[in-house]
């Protein structure tokens, strides 16, 4: 059976020194961290919400979900002000989409949105990136609305996300940094993957 460890990763780390998910690339690897013959979904249907890749036609409606939650995201996902924040220009909202779409076609990493049945809501993301400590495949990360997080999506979404990698990707080590590895576990990690990477 595949391993699954769940928490929050460099991923992360990078967001708070960076600002956005989008601009997570720069840490990433140039090749494919998936097999070739490997399919990334496209469109996942479950109920109450579907995911789909986030892209420049998701912009507005991505901009509306994390505004929504600027507090709540800074405190829960990034732990950095840089992102969300007030004052996001149209320009730097689409940039994120327009890079996050150029990653997921180069097969660098896979960033989904989270919305509702309709398609007319983002009720959160997800992102499947490589993973950046030793011994992990990949690192998963995902974030919901403050709404949503009320309602008690957050939970809901993690149990099905942490199914559909299981079942879904070709993975035998994943990360979930933040929730099962606690930041400061996940921290230390990190650290000692830098300092043993020559």
């Known amino acids: 059976m595949k391993a699954t460890i769940k928490g929050l990763g460099l991923a992360l780390a990078m967001l708070a020194a960076i600002g956005s998910p989008a601009f997570a690339e720069a840490a990433a690897p140039e090749s494919s961290f998936v097999p070739d013959a490997f399919d990334p979904p496209t469109l996942v249907e479950a109920p109450g919400f ?3 890749p986030l892209g420049p036609n998701l912009v507005q409606v991505d901009f509306n979900a994390y505004m929504s939650s600027i507090a709540h995201l800074q405190t829960t996902f990034t732990r950095s002000t840089g992102w969300p924040r007030e004052g996001i220009t149209d320009t730097e909202a689409m940039r994120d989409m327009e890079t996050e779409q150029a990653r997921f076609q180069g097969r660098k990493s896979f960033a ?7 398609g007319t809501r983002e009720r959160g993301c997800v992102y499947v990136y490589p993973g950046s400590v030793e011994g992990f495949d990949a690192e998963v990360t995902l974030w919901v609305t403050k709404a949503e997080y009320d309602a008690g999506f957050d939970a809901e979404l993690y149990a099905w996300v942490t199914r559909w990698i299981e079942t879904d990707w070709p993975f035998e080590t994943v990360a979930y940094p933040g929730r099962a590895i606690e930041w400061a576990a996940w921290d230390a990690m990190v650290e000692a993957n830098k300092t043993a990477t020559p």
């Open 50 to 52: 579907k995911l789909v």
């Open 112 to 118: 989904y949105a989270v919305l509702t049945p309709d």
